[in-house]
């Protein structure tokens, strides 16, 4: 499937390029950002630029979806969402996002997030989306629960010890995402 962008209507959902580089070193350094991410980390602008080649070639091999979250008036990246794991069937996928701490907060990640789960569910017609979140990340919690996850494993369940898993299915959000993505 070919790469498609995302609008919604305060935000650009768009392929990573080469110039998103800068953004890219300071989302997987900084310490706000990956408090409860357990990554490897960029020593050089580079190791951003490579990151950003390895994801491009992601795409193009149908492996996950990528986009810069963009502003629909500003071109540079505020953050990232992906759709990657898959499972062999393409029925399920997990999500992941990231956003600078300076637009945490004013609802563009839910608004990002909502765009990226009608696309799972009804241009890769998954029926499935996955997400692992810290176990003190509440507010990634938060914005799972209000976009209609619901908790289907913790660490009793055999996760990490610090790690939430949580769960949406395709019939569970059709009627919620429709009412309320912007």
């Known amino acids: 499937m070919e790469f498609q ?42 190791d951003a630029s490579a990151f950003i080649r390895n994801i491009n070639m992601g795409i193009e091999e149908g492996k996950c979806f990528y986009w810069c979250i963009c502003l629909a008036n500003k071109p540079r990246a505020i953050g990232t969402i992906c759709l990657w794991n898959m499972s062999s069937d393409r029925k399920v996928a997990e999500v992941g996002y990231e956003l600078r701490p300076d637009f945490q907060g004013r609802g563009f990640m839910s608004e990002a997030l909502q765009a990226v789960l009608l696309f799972g569910f009804h241009v890769l017609e998954l029926d499935t989306i996955l997400a692992i979140t810290h176990v003190s990340n509440y507010a990634s919690a938060r914005l799972l629960e209000r976009t209609g996850f619901h908790l289907n494993q913790s660490p009793k369940d055999g996760l990490n010890p610090d790690e939430l898993g949580y769960q949406v299915s395709r019939k569970r959000t059709d009627k919620n995402l429709r009412e309320n993505c912007p």
């Not at 392929?15 to 991410?37: C, M």
């Open 5 to 46: 962008k995302i609008e919604t209507s305060q935000l650009v959902l768009r392929r990573p390029e080469d110039a998103d580089s800068q953004e890219f070193y300071f989302l997987r350094t900084d310490e706000r950002v990956n408090q409860f991410v357990t990554r490897e980390r960029p020593v050089a602008l580079s």
